[in-house]
């Protein structure tokens, strides 16, 4: 039981990051900087509870913030540039975040930062920012904020000739999605108690991109279900255990080819809504 | 010392323009960004090994036979996650060639084990007085090596149909196929020549470090990602120069800065993000339109 | 006045797709702007617009110069345009396409998006579907509201275009070849929506390769050829003039 | 020698041409008219091989060439001079030219014709180790249909070549293809906008509207038609 509440602790925290990779790619903003943003909030918020004795829902309130506005700095170079630029301007800067925080002695360099408090219910914590993310989502889908990101994502000259300014609209998407991934951050350092530099490598923020994509990026559901799938299947593929990341590469290949708009389409999500209506 | 420090440049930038030359070819043609190339060098970089280690044939054997080999797993990539793909999605290109870095890497840790393997000694280890500067002769090796195989690429690419058939599909694949260009067949051989460049370099990134892991294929895929920007996307000739500028910056900043910081992945990613800010066309100029 | 256009240039490194253009477009009119390919008709919208810088001379609309603004801003001044192959936003639905027009006559922020109460649709959002609706009726295209814009035949995609450029209320309307790709029925249908909307005041200003549409609803005609305009007039001056028979035809030999 | 059946075609899921259904003898110079996106770039990228016909077949010299690769058909000798040229901007003009040959293996041949296509374009002989993208407008067009000629083409689709031409050039682009006919016997198909001479030069011609066929005849007949006046000055011309 305690087993299945850690791998579900860690897919809430999944489905948060996934989300902070989506908010800016509404926009067409591809990143590759979700880890290094996490790792900013990660840090943020356990220097607060540790060397200044924050409690944690402020803290990691804070670390989202800091990873906000580092997010909302580099937002503004990044929105000179577009497609496999952006990605690597991304991946530089997650890189440099992690090769920073090795750096630093104040939060332990690459040795990692121990003796987080730990927080037994990061469980609720997690699934409850998730909820509220939801709800933020949803609400977003159905406004004037969330049809212009999708409209900046759909085609950036039609968006702006009907009178919205992209620059704006992306960077706040940016900016968003640094905060998001920050607070994700700050729950996973007091869920682990432990945090290193390593934990936030590219592979870690190309992680974030593989559940997004393989759950779908037309609606925001596609994210969420892809990082719950991609948490938990390989967790009871015991039988396959030794080589589920090798299953995990071929699946992410084959999905490429046959199903590239993901599982959870805006199709899929109107059929379900239909179902629930109708019963 | 100073000199010294730049022949070690010299050395490594060699292989990291091997590296690049392979991402700027294969942007170049297809624009998109080959994830898996980093993990096509850590196979050359084993099948090399193992080649030396098995049969005890010499580097100079050992080295076109894995690059036959990493050209082959270029191309059977390609046919298997690059070719059967839809065009109407940008990101499915990078997303499958992410899965094969998956698989491939998952697939070393379980054949070669996760720890690092020792490159064997088979080559003389002495140092070589190059007038009064010392260097190793791997070292010397190695960088003969690079240089040749990037002339002779050089001239594949300036000389040859093939040759020219890439350069045109760089341009256009509407104008090649016009021109009678077979474009799938191109683009299958310019993965494996892209493949077989990146599995020299594994190779003799093998023999340098004298030791190699199943994760070395991003740090040396990162690396060749700067250098591609250095040279302009899709750049190869900007690629080599880029490649050598960066090996040399590296060791400079390994020298002249207080070693107490690890200031050397800093110095290379911050030289990308102020090029990808302030010029993103690289300092030759981009091979994208 | 609407439109001023004054001596306007641009050059493409070292290509000078437009030189010295002057035009001037009054309040109310449908003025058309008609010529070969390759004439500069799109360069001079792209200008109006703002999606590329002017090189020499200046734009105004009304008392403003438009030199320098960004295409949000120009919008938001009332200059709504369409494209020569229309760009809806593929994965929106034809409502949505619509209602993102009114973006910059509206003003929720993403603060307001997640915090306001009661839950609901806010009455912003009721107002945009509204004036949405209204202008999808304009248009003849409400039975299609809720589908994809991306899998609307070509026809239904220009009158969605174009419900979409007049939900931001635009004094002056683009139209860059409205009828392209359209055969003589849907032309004639689209003719009578252009008169239409000129009829509630807006101004239009329309590039258009069908004479047929073009000679019968414009009251004036300038026309582009290398870049510069070589005649300007009315319809029937214009069908005249043996310049613009050249430009067109080519040169008859004898 | 070429003859297109039925053909529909478009990208996507709309056709941007239906049922068209045309002829080229040996020989001869036919030219396809039409206003923008009557679909006449469509047709020519049908033939080429560059879109799959939705509907219909291809046939040249005999053989059906309906769902070939290009380069398949560039190899039985059809040879597309895109829109807007296709410039290899950054390749010389020789390497240019030699991409002309690409298929070709017999280099007697490939002397002999770029000896053909320097008479032609001496400007192309002086700028031979420049990059094309150095080129003018007007020189750039010589540069694609010189490439064209070094295929060695038993049927050369030239599409739109005037276009964005200063009138000095549109004149010797149309003298060139003039001399193609005469002298140098050429199969051509024709893409134009500027009527008038396009007809001068040409055998037969077709009229495309809103991807449908609406007229076909003589060069001489069409350019006497006050119908075809109508369709570009008056629109309105139906079948």
Request: hydrophobic residues 50%; contains cysteine.
């Amino acid at each position: 039981m305690e087993y299945i509440l850690s791998v579900a602790t860690v897919a809430g925290i999944n489905i948060i990051m996934a989300l902070s990779f989506y908010a800016p790619f509404m926009t067409g903003q591809v990143s590759l900087a979700q880890a290094g943003f996490a790792a900013i909030g990660a840090y943020s918020a356990a220097v607060c509870t540790v060397k200044f004795g924050i409690p944690y829902i402020p803290a990691v309130i804070i670390g989202g913030v800091v990873a906000g506005v580092v997010g909302f700095i580099l937002g503004i170079p990044a929105l000179r540039i577009k497609g496999i630029y952006l990605l690597l301007l991304t991946l530089g800067f997650g890189e440099i975040v992690r090769v920073i925080f090795i750096n630093i002695e104040y939060v332990g360099g690459a040795a990692g930062f121990p003796g987080i408090p730990y927080q037994e219910n990061t469980f609720f914590y997690a699934y409850g920012l998730v909820l509220i993310l939801i709800v933020c989502f949803e609400r977003l889908r159905n406004s004037r904020m969330g049809r212009a990101m999708r409209a900046v994502g759909d085609d950036e000259t039609a968006a702006e000739i009907n009178g919205i300014n992209i620059t704006a609209v992306k960077l706040k998407a940016f900016a968003a999605g640094a905060f998001i991934a920050g607070m994700g951050g700050g729950i996973l350092a007091h869920f682990q108690e432990f945090i290193e530099p390593l934990m936030f490598g590219v592979m870690h923020s190309v992680e974030y991109i593989v559940f997004a994509i393989f759950g779908g990026v037309q609606v925001f559901w596609g994210p969420i279900f892809g990082a719950i799938v991609l948490s938990f299947v390989p967790e009871f593929f015991r039988f396959v255990q030794a080589w589920r990341h090798e299953i995990y590469g071929a699946l992410l290949i084959v999905m490429m080819i046959i199903k590239p708009e993901g599982v959870i389409t805006n199709d899929s999500v109107r059929f379900i809504k239909k179902i629930f209506r109708g019963s | 010392m100073f000199i010294q420090q730049l022949i070690n440049g010299l050395m490594l930038g060699s292989t990291y323009s091997l590296v690049a030359i392979g991402y700027a070819l294969i942007f170049g043609v297809l624009g998109l960004l080959h994830f898996a190339h980093g993990e096509v060098l850590m196979v050359g970089a084993f099948m090399g090994l193992y080649i030396i280690l098995w049969t005890g044939l010499p580097l100079y054997i050992a080295l076109p036979l894995t690059m036959v080999v990493t050209g082959i797993l270029g191309m059977i990539i390609q046919f298997l996650a690059i070719r059967p793909l839809k065009k109407n999605f940008h990101l499915a290109p990078l997303l499958s060639t992410i899965g094969v870095t998956i698989i491939l890497q998952n697939l070393a840790v379980k054949i070669f084990g996760g720890y690092g393997t020792r490159f064997p000694d088979t080559i003389a280890m002495d140092n070589i007085m190059l007038g009064p500067y010392m260097v190793s002769s791997v070292k010397l090796i190695i960088m003969g090596i690079s240089l040749l195989l990037m002339v002779i690429f050089y001239l594949i690419i300036k000389k040859t149909k093939l040759g020219k058939a890439m350069r045109a599909l760089a341009e256009s694949h509407l104008t090649a196929g016009f021109l009678g260009v077979n474009v799938e067949r191109t683009v299958f051989l310019t993965f494996g020549i892209a493949s077989a460049l990146a599995g020299a370099a594994g190779v003799m990134i093998g023999v340098s470090y004298s030791a190699i892991s199943p994760f070395i294929g991003l740090t040396f895929a990162l690396k060749g990602l700067v250098v591609m920007l250095l040279g302009g996307m899709g750049n190869v000739v900007g690629a080599m120069i880029g490649g050598l500028i960066l090996g040399v910056a590296e060791v400079l900043s390994i020298t002249l800065l207080p070693t107490e910081v690890n200031l050397q992945d800093i110095f290379s990613f911050g030289i990308m993000i102020i090029i990808l800010i302030f010029k993103p066309t690289g300092l030759f100029g981009s091979k994208q339109n | 006045m609407i439109l001023e256009i004054r001596e306007v240039g641009k050059v493409f490194g070292g290509f000078c797709a437009l030189q010295n253009v002057s035009i001037r477009v009054e309040e109310g009119k449908i003025h058309a702007i008609i010529g070969p390919n390759g004439a500069g008709k799109t360069t001079l919208f792209n200008l109006i617009s703002g999606m590329f810088d002017i090189s020499h001379g200046e734009i105004h609309y009304r008392d403003k110069r438009l030199n320098g603004l960004r295409p949000d801003i120009r919008a938001e001044l009332g200059i709504g345009r369409t494209f020569q192959i229309v760009r809806l936003f593929p994965s929106m639905t034809v409502l949505e396409n619509v209602m993102v027009g009114r973006h910059c006559r509206t003003h929720s922020g993403l603060l307001k998006t997640f915090f306001h109460f009661p839950l609901g649709e806010s009455s912003e959002e009721k107002q945009i579907r509204n004036n949405a609706m209204q202008w999808l009726e304009f248009v003849g295209m409400t039975h299609r509201a809720q589908q994809v814009a991306a899998n609307l035949p070509h026809p239904e995609q220009r009158r969605v275009e174009i419900a979409r450029a007049l939900a931001l209320d635009p004094d002056l309307l683009l139209l860059d070849e409205p009828a392209a790709g359209m055969n003589p029925k849907e032309t004639m249908d689209l003719d009578a929506l252009i008169v239409k909307i000129n009829g509630m005041g807006k101004t239009i200003l329309l590039i258009e390769h069908n004479m047929n549409l073009v000679m019968g609803i414009s009251e004036i005609i300038s026309v582009l050829n290398f870049g510069e305009k070589i005649v300007e007039g009315t319809p029937a001056e214009v069908k005249e003039n043996p310049a613009v028979i050249e430009a067109y035809l080519g040169k008859k030999r004898n | 020698m070429l003859s297109i059946k039925d053909v529909s075609a478009g990208y996507g899921k709309s056709l941007a041409v239906h049922d068209v259904s045309l002829e080229v003898k040996k020989g001869e110079v036919v030219v396809l008219l039409g206003a923008n996106g009557a679909g006449k770039s469509t047709i020519l990228r049908t033939i080429s091989g560059a879109i799959k016909p939705a509907k219909g077949q291809i046939f040249f010299d005999g053989q059906q060439i309906t769902g070939k690769k290009p380069h398949e058909i560039v190899q039985r000798g059809v040879i597309h001079v895109q829109e807007g040229r296709g410039i290899l901007s950054r390749m010389t003009v020789r390497e240019n030219l030699e991409m002309g040959a690409f298929l070709r293996s017999d280099s007697e041949g490939i002397n002999c014709d770029l000896e053909r296509v320097f008479k032609k374009f001496p400007r192309l002989q002086e700028r031979l180790g420049q990059s094309a993208g150095t080129l003018s407008g007007g020189e750039q067009q010589m540069l694609a249909i010189g490439r064209g000629i070094m295929a060695n083409p038993k049927l050369l689709i030239l599409d739109e070549p005037s276009l964005g031409l200063s009138p000095a050039f549109v004149e010797f682009i149309f003298e060139s293809i003039r001399e193609f006919r005469e002298k140098d016997h050429y199969t051509i198909l024709l893409v134009e906008q500027n009527a008038n001479q396009a007809l001068e030069v040409a055998d037969r011609g077709y009229v495309l509207q809103t991807g449908r066929l609406v007229m076909e005849g003589t060069g001489q007949d069409l350019l006497c038609n006050v119908d075809l006046q109508q369709a570009y000055l008056g629109g309105g011309c139906t079948t």
